[in-house]
């Protein structure tokens, strides 16, 4: 992905979804905002059900000319013309998802609250690197990944960042200078109206379509 002139939204979908029923819910949301990527992100290890679901959201997500990856799953990316794969273990699996999807493929790493981690996950060829959560949590150990970790991103390396988990207008107006992409999931999600939920979200930063 390349480098935005203001940050842009990368949706993660919930862990666990009925695929038709979230397919309807994505495309409200993507008709009521600018997206610039989608990530499946559902847990377990049940390939048919994910791969249904990726079938089911690459509709969506391809019609309106937006991209689509997955969590870890460089085979079912492939198998199923994806865009590409997010990666959840820093950069232990890039070099080998690079060379699986090829030149074209969009290859992402999280790397948590790590500086060391993301530095080489670029340096193996990510496209991008996400850190988080931003937001206080009580998942993992507690850590968060603070606001000077995106500025001296933003200042020396030039490959694009995301800034995933825990999100509030508070920390997407301090962010929005020094990252590229907002990643947002659980914070719309669980919402009656997803769309206006984002829609309240991205009006701190004036992004509201």
């Known amino acids: 992905m390349d480098t935005p002139d203001k940050p842009q939204i990368y949706l993660t979908t919930p862990q666990a979804f009925e695929a038709e029923v979230f397919a309807d819910t994505l495309a409200k949301v993507m008709d009521s905002a600018e997206i610039a990527c989608v ?81 080489s ?37 030039e490959i694009p960042v995301v800034a995933e988990g825990g999100l509030t207008p508070e920390l997407l107006r301090s962010l929005a200078p020094i990252t590229d992409f907002f990643g947002i999931g659980d914070e719309i999600w669980d919402a009656d109206d997803p769309a206006a939920s984002l829609a309240t979200l991205l009006q701190a930063i004036d992004l509201v379509k």
């Open 39 to 119: 990530r499946l992100a559902m847990s377990g290890r049940d390939e048919d059900r994910i791969a249904r679901a990726a079938d089911t959201l690459r509709e969506v997500t391809h019609t309106r000319d937006v991209a689509l990856v997955i969590d870890d799953h460089v085979v079912l990316a492939e198998r199923l013309g994806l865009d590409g794969v997010h990666l959840t273990d820093a950069a232990k699996s890039v070099r080998a998802a690079r060379k699986a999807l090829g030149p074209d493929a969009i290859v992402g790493s999280f790397c948590g609250t790590s500086r060391h981690d993301g530095l």
């Open 121 to 157: 996950a670029g340096e193996a060829g990510a496209d991008y690197i996400s850190f988080g959560p931003v937001g206080e949590t009580a998942l993992g150990d507690g850590s968060v990944a603070e606001l000077d970790l995106f500025q001296w991103w933003s200042e020396v390396i």
